[in-house]
């Protein structure tokens, strides 16, 4: 059965950083893209990053290139989303998602909010 069990929500003040971190089980880590999303209230869930299985090469959205850095640990079968000026409009329910190669998306975590004053 595959798990994702993700950790490091929470409030910080705008400006401020924080590391997402995302641990998988039940299926080959190192052999699966991974990606972040995020979703608030009466919003679709939106794509935020993404990295591949091989080569780890990256993906990010728009809105938070520059300031959000996606990374692996295949080692420790764990993703990462560091997060730096965080800004009120960041604030979401963040979600660890993990593909098939060239695959859309078919487990996903439980979702850690992340809340960002002003």
């Known amino acids: 059965q595959v798990q994702l069990v993700e950790s490091g929500g929470g409030l910080v003040q705008g400006g401020g950083s924080l590391t997402l971190s995302c641990a998988a089980s039940?299926?080959?880590?190192?052999?699966?893209?991974m990606g972040w999303y995020r979703q608030t209230p009466g919003k679709e869930r939106e794509f935020v990053a993404a990295?591949?299985?091989?080569?780890?090469?990256?993906y990010y959205a728009d809105s938070v290139k520059g300031r959000f850095t996606i990374s692996r640990d295949n080692a420790k079968n764990t993703v990462y989303l560091q997060m730096n000026s965080l800004q009120p409009e960041d604030t979401a329910i963040y979600y660890c998602a993990s593909a098939p190669r060239a695959s859309p998306f078919d487990y996903w975590g439980q979702g850690p909010q992340v809340t960002v004053s002003s």
């Open positions: 039940g299926r080959t880590f190192s052999s699966y893209d």
């Open positions: 990295i591949r299985w091989r080569g780890g090469r990256t």
